[in-house]
């Protein structure tokens, strides 16, 4: 009996090893495909990589794209890390033939033959040469990194679980000849993009078969997920039904899937990435895409906002101000917002100057209304002293000016006075960090914690353009854009107290 025993244990052990270590072994043809790097193509080749690779290959605080621990997959499923993708030539993909990487995206097979989790993306030849092209173009996300990425190891169901589920075999997809849709705001374009190049389709359909995007779940949302918190996660319903995305407008859509920022102000929630680098058209050609779904109910606990045809949406910049958290009252010059050092400029050049600014420091364009309203009154200032003085003559005062001949000398009139600078926002930065999603990623054993616990050597001015506009910095940044929920004052208050150390004293996230 015992023999018996050791023997379905060593069968058990030695079937485990197998499994575990050649889950995945197949073959796929290789695309014979090079890089694509002039300007244009490695500009979509980097929207392409921050929206669909950075979120897995360049974790925590990393500034290259050396890999990271997967922990958005299930444990039981296995241990799995994301690979180092710098140009390092022994760690990384530096000696990588384009060939090689091409096999590698097309149809989710290792260099050395397994068959991987990540997703396989069926993107045009055109795209998919841009994309090589990106990782070929010396970007510092690329900067060699001789650190390996640990080899991803099933476990004994997992491994099982995946080998039957997939076939071992990838999809089935020809090496060459993929064309890319015209860009246009097209239900044809829209689909490219949800199935082949954003892959919506994988992620928000339940399951691990690599075809089941082409059943009726697809885009039902379901997909098991693990947050930063280590919690349990499920994917949301896209589809426009009661239980997805009914009642949401293109505005509502577009500022969730490029700024990560859900019509009812809160953040969405992880491992969704953000699709920065998604322009009117893509957002236009994705939304009616989805629309033309048949729509599937199927309520996602957690998933959020559910609209109704009269849900209200937060007012934008929306009121989160509630207790005094001591901001106020400080005149430091990093507490003066670009706005209010607008409005004190008086010359043509200030005026440059503001616009300037404002757009680098707070995130808005020089249609945004902080430069509007400045740029206005100064421009105008500036045009009234020009109107009634000789070109080449000094500003230093009316005194100083000669009038235009056959004009009247202008009369002198005092200054306008200056604007009492506005009082601070109260707020209640705890609660605010935490409504705002925050906490999650940035509380105490939390997965950037330590990231941000080092904030404090960073400037007030710096980390205001961070809260509000994180992408400016990381363009695949998981960080939600802020900038339209938070005005500059409201992100300093919250600034100050991270600095002070207020995010140690939350509560510990439970993994």
Not at 24 to 30: L, Q
Not at 168 to 197: C, F, Q
Not at 387 to 397: E, I, K, L, P
Request: hydrophobic share 35%; proline share 9%; aromatic share 6%.
């Amino acid at each position: 009996m015992r023999r018996e025993v050791r023997g379905v244990v060593r069968s058990m052990v030695l079937a485990s090893v197998l499994l575990a270590g050649c889950a995945g072994t197949v073959k796929a043809p290789y695309p014979k495909l090079q890089a694509d790097t002039s300007p244009a193509a490695i500009a979509r080749g980097a929207a392409i990589f921050h929206a669909s690779c950075e979120s897995c290959h360049r974790g925590g605080d990393n500034e290259t794209a050396s890999g990271a621990p997967l922990h958005e997959l299930p444990s039981y499923m296995g241990k799995f890390h994301a690979s180092n993708l710098t140009s390092h030539p022994t760690a990384g993909i530096g000696s990588a033939t384009d060939e090689e990487l091409a096999r590698v995206i097309r149809y989710a097979v290792s260099r050395d033959g397994r068959l991987m989790v990540m997703p396989s993306y069926g993107m045009g030849d055109k795209d998919l040469a841009a994309v090589l092209g990106f990782l070929r173009s010396g970007h510092p996300l690329f900067t060699p990194d001789p650190t390996p990425a640990p080899r991803s190891e099933f476990s004994f169901i997992g491994g099982l679980g995946f080998r039957i589920i997939t076939g071992n075999e990838p999809i089935p997809r020809p090496p060459l000849g993929i064309p890319v849709p015209e860009k246009a705001a097209t239900l044809e374009y829209g689909r490219y993009m949800a199935h082949d190049v954003y892959d919506c389709a994988s992620c928000h359909t339940p399951g691990f078969s690599p075809r089941k995007t082409e059943g009726d779940e697809v885009f039902s949302g379901g997909m098991s997920f693990k947050d930063p918190e280590g919690q349990d996660v499920e994917s949301s319903n896209i589809t426009f039904h009661g239980t997805g995305l009914a009642h949401w407008t293109l505005e509502d859509f577009t500022r969730a899937v490029r700024d990560g920022i859900a019509p009812d102000g809160s953040a969405l929630r992880s491992p969704m990435p953000r699709f920065r680098g998604m322009d009117a058209v893509e957002a236009q050609a994705l939304y009616d895409y989805l629309r033309s779904v048949p729509p599937k109910k199927n309520h996602v606990d957690g998933a959020r906002p559910r609209l109704t045809a009269t849900s209200v949406r937060p007012t934008w910049v929306t009121k989160l101000h509630g207790a005094d958290d001591g901001a106020e009252g400080d005149e430091g010059a990093e507490s003066t917002t670009v706005a209010e050092a607008a409005s004190a400029t008086t010359t043509g050049t200030g005026t440059a100057s503001a616009a300037s600014t404002t757009g680098s420091v707070a995130g808005t364009t020089p249609q945004g209304p902080a430069t509007t309203a400045a740029g206005t009154a100064t421009q105008g200032s500036a045009t009234a002293v020009a109107s009634n003085t000789v070109a080449g003559t000094t500003s230093q005062g009316p005194e100083t000016t000669r009038p235009v001949a056959g004009t009247q000398a202008p009369a002198t009139t005092p200054p306008a006075p200056r604007r009492p600078r506005p009082a601070a926002p109260k707020v209640d930065a705890p609660k605010l960090f935490t409504q705002l999603g925050c906490a999650g990623c940035h509380a105490p054993g939390a997965r950037y914690h330590e990231q941000i616990a080092r904030a404090s050597r960073r400037s007030d001015t710096e980390l205001v353009r961070w809260v509000r506009n994180p992408e400016q910095f990381q363009p695949g940044t998981p960080m939600p854009t802020y900038a339209d929920l938070l005005d500059e004052r409201t992100a300093l208050a919250l600034v100050r107290w991270v600095k002070s150390g207020g995010p140690a004293t939350l509560a510990p996230v439970a993994h």
